[in-house]
């Protein structure tokens, strides 16, 4: 795992040049974890284990990983999605309690334990099922789970890239308002844009993972 190429940056120190409705927001995103109100605990459990394989963070420490599963549940209990689904698919939370299901079906159908039960190896591998649409499970016969996938993926990483944690792998120093962009030039960077540091880009990064394997480049990811 290479380290970010933006070591030492804090996104938060931004924090007094954006407008002030911008920071109460993050702030609450820092220090305001939502109860659960969506998923049962059961639920959390397995998607707290999913959210570790899709978007590990091998190098924080428990306290400092970026939460996700309890804005999930916010997002999905506040109906606060896209409001779009594909031909043939429910809603956005019936998706994601449909997904569940079927992820420990093909779990038990490949292991006979629940995915909580496997480790990281059994459950990536289960996540690939998931991810190419070779799923094994009742739920897979009328949910694609290839799609399903994607609905998942996309919006765990919104959730992950929501968090001033995830900015600051990528150098991005919060939101322009109040201050604004002056220099638009390709490869152009405005004074308190932070600087990559090493040879390591934020591409290169995101390429060694998926080179690495497993779904989405879970295994050996860069987070």
Same mark, same amino acid.
């Given at each position: 795992?290479?380290?970010?190429?933006?070591?030492?940056?804090?996104?938060?120190?931004?924090?007094?040049?954006?407008?002030?409705?911008?920071?109460? *927001?993050?702030?609450?995103?820092? &220090?305001?974890?939502?109860? *659960?109100?969506?998923?049962?605990?059961?639920?959390?459990?397995?998607?707290?284990?999913?959210? %570790?394989?899709?978007?590990?963070?091998?190098?924080?420490?428990?306290?400092?990983?970026? $939460?996700?599963?309890?804005? !999930?549940?916010?997002? *999905?209990?506040?109906? %606060?999605?896209?409001?779009?689904?594909?031909?043939?698919?429910? =809603? %956005?939370?019936?998706? /994601?309690?449909?997904?569940?299901?079927?992820?420990?079906?093909?779990?038990? @159908?490949?292991?006979?334990?629940?995915?909580?039960? !496997?480790? @990281?190896?059994?459950? %990536?591998?289960?996540?690939?099922?998931?991810?190419?649409?070779?799923?094994?499970? @009742?739920?897979?016969? &009328? !949910?694609?789970?290839?799609?399903?996938?994607?609905?998942?993926?996309?919006?765990?990483?919104? $959730? #992950?890239?929501? &968090?001033?944690?995830?900015? @600051?792998?990528?150098? /991005?120093?919060?939101?322009?308002?109040?201050?604004? #962009?002056?220099?638009?030039? #390709?490869?152009?960077?405005?004074? =308190?844009?932070?600087?990559?540091?090493?040879?390591?880009?934020?591409?290169?990064?995101?390429?060694?993972?998926?080179? +690495?394997?497993?779904?989405?480049?879970? +295994?050996?990811?860069? &987070?």
């Amino acid at each position: 795992m290479k380290p970010s190429p933006y070591p030492g940056f804090d996104p938060m120190r931004e924090s007094e040049a954006w407008e002030d409705r911008d920071r109460a *927001l993050v702030l609450s995103r820092l &220090h305001d974890i939502p109860a *659960l109100r969506f998923f049962s605990p059961e639920e959390a459990q397995l998607l707290d284990a999913v959210v %570790d394989r899709l978007i590990p963070q091998p190098d924080r420490a428990p306290d400092d990983r970026v $939460v996700v599963t309890p804005f !999930l549940d916010q997002m *999905l209990f506040d109906d %606060d999605t896209d409001g779009f689904r594909k031909d043939g698919m429910p =809603w %956005d939370q019936e998706v /994601w309690r449909q997904a569940l299901i079927g992820i420990d079906q093909t779990s038990n @159908a490949r292991y006979g334990r629940r995915f909580v039960e !496997l480790d @990281a190896t059994q459950q %990536d591998d289960v996540l690939s099922a998931f991810q190419s649409g070779e799923a094994e499970g @009742a739920v897979w016969r &009328h !949910l694609p789970s290839a799609a399903v996938f994607t609905k998942v993926i996309e919006q765990v990483v919104s $959730v #992950y890239y929501a &968090h001033p944690s995830a900015w @600051a792998e990528i150098g /991005w120093p919060g939101p322009a308002s109040r201050r604004g #962009y002056m220099r638009t030039g #390709y490869g152009q960077l405005d004074p =308190w844009r932070p600087r990559e540091i090493g040879s390591a880009s934020s591409v290169q990064l995101v390429e060694i993972s998926e080179s +690495v394997g497993g779904p989405s480049g879970s +295994v050996g990811g860069t &987070h």
